[in-house]
C-alpha cells in the first residue's frame, strides 16, 4: 500500500508488513513513529505525541532521562488503565526504588547489566524477592510501552534473572482455634467482622465496603463487588469495581451471620446515636467506624491482636483469617472449584497453588472412600 502523504513537513501513514499502520513525522531532526490499528488511530497517537513535545511534556532521543520517562509513562498514559490503588503503589515503586537507582541515566543507556547488578543489590540488602518481582513488574512495563511507541528497540528487562519467590505458607486457624477466636471476639466491635471474614473468605476490604444493600437475608446471599483501601492523603477509598471479573461475586451466608445481623445492627444504633450529626448517613456500611464512616483498617488489625491474644493465640494477620476460612472448607472435603469462586480467585490454579498442601491431607478420606467402593 502506497503512504498516504499529508502536506510537507507534516509527515504520512502508511501499512505496516505486520498489519499496523504506522504514522512518521520529522521533529527536531528527529524521526517519530506511532502505532495504531487504523491508519486515523496512528495518526492521532502521533499528532498527540508531537503536541506532548511541544509543550515540553515528553522528550526523545538522548535528551530523556529515565526518570522524565517513567513519570511521563506512568502520569500521562497507564494511570488511565489503573485505579488510584494501583496508582499510588507505581508512584511508590518509582520514587523510593527505580527513579534513585536510575532516574539520571539516559534513557537509551539503561542496559539488562544495569538492571541485572541492581536487583542483586536489592537482594543482598535484604529486600524481600517478591518485592525485587513487583520493581521488575512495574519497569518492564514501562519499557515494554517504550518499544511499543518506538522510543526504545528492546525492552532490557525480558533477559533479567529474577530471585526465586518465596511462597510462605498461610498462617491458619483449626477448627477449635477458630472457634476460640470467635468466642473471644463475642461482645466487642469487630465481632461481626471476624465471623463474616470466617465464613465467607472475604478480604479485609471488600468486608468494610459492604454495605447493607449488599446483603441479601432473604436469599442468605452476600454481594461482594467493593473494596476500601487506604490511600496516604487521601483517607480510605472505595473502588466500585474489583479489579478481575471473578472478584465481583455472591456468596452464601450461613445461619450463624444471618442470626447475627440484627445484633450488628443493634450496635450500630447505639453508635449512630452517640454519634449524632457527626453521623455519615449516606454511607450506610455494614462495619463503620463509631461515626459511620469507613472502619480504619489500621484499627481493625491493632483490636485483632487484641482479640488473638485474649484467645491465646498467636499473632496473625487479618488475611490470615481468609486463608483459615478456605483451609477449613478443604478440610471439610468442598470442592475446590467451589472455594475458589466463593474467594473470588480468577482460576482454579490459583486456589490449588495457594492451598494445595491441604490436598495431600484429604487422600486418606479418598483411600477410604476407595475402599469402601471397592
Not at 468486608?207 to 480510605?236: A, C
Not at 471479573?245 to 450488628?264: C, F, M, N, Y
Request: with cysteine; charged share 25%; proline share 3%.
Amino acid at each position: 500500500m502506497a503512504n498516504t502523504r499529508r502536506a510537507q513537513g507534516a509527515g504520512s501513514v502508511y501499512l505496516r508488513k505486520d498489519g499496523r499502520f504506522a504514522a512518521s513525522a520529522n521533529y527536531e531532526g528527529k524521526r517519530i513513529t506511532k502505532y495504531g490499528k487504523t491508519k486515523k488511530e496512528a495518526w492521532d497517537s502521533l499528532q498527540s505525541y508531537l503536541d506532548d513535545l511541544k509543550q515540553g511534556k515528553a522528550v526523545i532521543g538522548p535528551k530523556q532521562t529515565v526518570k522524565q520517562y517513567l513519570e511521563h509513562w506512568l502520569e500521562n498514559e497507564h494511570r488511565l488503565e489503573i485505579g488510584i490503588v494501583s496508582l499510588t503503589r507505581y508512584r511508590s515503586v518509582l520514587r523510593a526504588q527505580l527513579i534513585p537507582a536510575f532516574g539520571d541515566l539516559q534513557l537509551d543507556q539503561l542496559t539488562r547489566e544495569k538492571v541485572q547488578a541492581f536487583y542483586v543489590e536489592k537482594l543482598d540488602s535484604g529486600l524481600a524477592p517478591n518485592t525485587i518481582h513487583s520493581i521488575h513488574a512495574t519497569l518492564s512495563a514501562a519499557l515494554n510501552s517504550a518499544v511499543e511507541n518506538g522510543i526504545l528497540a528492546k525492552n532490557v528487562c525480558l533477559k533479567v534473572v529474577l530471585p526465586r519467590k518465596l511462597r510462605k505458607k498461610p498462617h491458619v486457624l483449626n477448627k477449635e482455634q477458630a472457634t476460640r477466636l470467635v468466642a473471644a471476639a463475642r461482645g466487642k466491635r469487630l465481632w461481626f467482622l471476624i465471623l463474616m471474614a470466617m465464613t465467607t473468605g472475604a478480604r479485609v476490604g471488600e468486608l468494610l465496603s459492604l454495605h447493607w444493600e449488599d446483603i441479601d437475608v432473604n436469599n442468605l446471599r452476600i454481594h461482594i463487588h467493593r473494596t476500601v483501601s487506604r490511600i496516604p492523603g487521601l483517607g480510605q477509598v472505595e473502588r466500585s469495581q474489583p479489579k478481575t471479573k471473578s472478584g465481583s461475586r455472591r456468596v452464601v451466608l450461613t445461619q450463624a451471620v444471618v442470626d447475627g445481623i440484627s445484633e450488628q445492627k443493634e450496635y450500630i444504633e447505639q453508635i449512630r446515636q452517640h454519634a449524632g450529626i457527626r453521623w455519615h448517613n449516606d454511607l450506610d456500611l455494614v462495619f463503620p467506624n463509631r461515626d459511620g464512616s469507613y472502619l480504619n483498617s489500621e484499627t481493625v488489625r491493632s483490636e485483632l491482636r487484641m482479640i488473638l491474644t485474649e484467645a491465646g493465640l498467636d499473632s496473625r494477620k487479618f488475611h490470615e483469617l481468609r486463608h483459615s476460612a478456605a483451609t477449613l472448607l478443604f478440610a471439610a472435603g468442598v470442592n475446590p472449584k467451589v472455594v475458589q469462586e466463593m474467594l473470588g480467585h480468577s482460576n482454579i490454579a490459583m486456589t490449588l497453588g495457594l492451598y494445595g498442601d491441604v490436598l495431600p491431607d484429604m487422600q486418606q478420606e479418598v483411600a477410604d472412600i476407595m475402599d469402601d467402593i471397592f
